[in-house]
């Protein structure tokens, strides 16, 4: 069992990851004409709090995790509230081949700095969107390594010209990038803020 398996359960009691998913939603949506998105897709969706901030604004989403006990929570939520258009699966892209859906919007919160390899995963969502697609990415600005506990061995945020170049490499021309966020964390020796930033590219061809 991993470690979002165990926090599934109560992922959802924390307000500040309800409040947060509600104010990106917001943003998105600001940066982004979401009424003309068909089909949308998730990644990294947890219990859905973005897609379910969401889904007032996009027709049909696809809320895809690797986490078993994440995606029985989504689909809980979307039970019990008569939710049919946030269709939620397991579903890991690093390790599956492409499922056969192409999409107009990628989201991704807080995501990225836990996947290794982020030029496999950005190829990936290159080959999943529309000509013209969208690719939003919601994560960390650079820290200190501070964000993390122990046994942490990914990435400490992004430089925003490190992650563009990388999308461009990938036909991923970026378009928008703003920070959109502050996640604050209290240490003994005071508060300290993380800036999450919202960086949009569109595929090229």
């Known amino acids: 069992m991993t470690e979002f ?48 901030a969401l889904q007032d604004r996009l027709s049909n989403i696809t809320l895809m995790d690797e986490s078993l006990a994440m995606t029985e929570v989504a689909m809980q939520k979307c039970k019990e509230r008569g939710v049919e258009h946030l269709n939620p699966i397991q579903y890991d892209l690093m390790n599956q081949a492409l499922p056969e859906s192409r999409f107009d919007l990628i989201f991704i919160l807080l995501t990225l700095h836990h996947i290794k390899d982020t030029a496999v995963i950005l190829q990936k969502f290159n080959q999943l969107l529309n000509k013209g697609g969208y690719l939003a990415i919601i994560d960390l600005v650079k820290e200190d390594g501070s964000f993390h506990e122990h046994n942490y061995h990914f990435h400490n945020g992004f430089e ?46």
């Open 160 to 205: 925003r010209t490190d992650l563009e170049s990388q999308l461009r490499f990938k036909n991923l021309e970026p378009i928008s990038y703003e920070v959109c966020y502050e996640i604050g964390r209290d240490y003994d020796n005071g508060n300290q803020k993380y800036p999450l930033f919202l960086l949009v590219s569109q595929k090229q061809d």
């Open 5 to 52: 398996d165990q926090k599934a359960a109560t992922w959802d009691d924390d307000p500040d990851k309800v409040s947060r998913a509600n104010a990106i939603a917001d943003s998105l949506a600001k940066t982004i004409d979401l009424s003309k998105i068909k089909m949308a897709l998730e990644y990294g969706s947890g219990t859905g709090l973005l897609s379910f």
